[in-house]
């Protein structure tokens, strides 16, 4: 789990993946719990630390380097990435568990639902969740990837400061051609993840971005300015 400044929603976040992650454990499987400090200034490494996690730090503030730093500590032999305001149903990792168990399965992701939004909100997600599973492209709120796989794909990129998760997906369906593996996104239990981006920023700042991103991608994304709804601090 990547955390930048998270103290507000992140109990709640580990909370439900201790909660989901007895899914695996009671089929046997060993579970660690991972948190990337991404040089916090708020009590985020300390609500990580009490809830049990075990805590990484990262001193540049960029969700790529957060990642991939959380994956170099990890042991395990699959990695599953949540965000710091996203909470995974048990049935979540109970579908994961089953869809590792059928062998054929690389990486995926999972369609994303929104714990309070607007009708115009959810209407954008319902658009995305059909790109998502069409195609197989994971949110960054949910992924989960087998660890030798990630590794020999080359991780998130840390050129990008957004998207890296698309980028990702991108060279791990290219890899799971050429292993005649799948690349999956589970639907029958999205995961919650808060609205705050809609609440917190305008319509208008929004469209600027996306604006931007569609003109010149690659400035817009290797620009942590640019991309300043994730890291500009605002909670």
Known sequence: MPAFNEERLL????????????????RGWAVELIVCDNNSTDR???????????????PVNQISRA???GAQAATGDWLVFVDADSRPPPALFADVFREIEKGRTLAGGATVAF???????RLVLGLWNLVS?????????????????????????????????????????RLARSEAKAIVILHRHPIVTSARKVELYTWGEMALFLLRTLLAPRRTLRSRDACYSW???RR
Do not use: Q
Not at 11 to 26: D, N, V
Not at 49 to 58: D, H, I, K, Q, Y
Not at 141 to 167: H, K, P, Q, T, V
């Open 67 to 69: 990642r991939n730093a």
């Open 44 to 58: 985020t490494a300390e609500i990580a630390r009490a809830a049990g996690a075990r805590v990484v730090f990262e």
């Open 11 to 26: 109990g709640s976040s580990l909370s439900a993946i201790r909660e989901a992650g007895k899914e695996f454990e009671k």
């Open 231 to 233: 890291y500009d601090g």
């Open 115 to 121: 714990e309070h939004a607007a009708l115009a909100p």
């Open 133 to 173: 599973r069409m195609m197989r492209w994971a949110a960054g709120s949910f992924m989960f990837c087998d660890a030798a796989a990630f590794r020999r794909a080359g991780g998130f990129s840390e050129e990008l400061y957004a998207s890296e998760e698309l980028d990702l997906f991108r060279r791990l369906k």
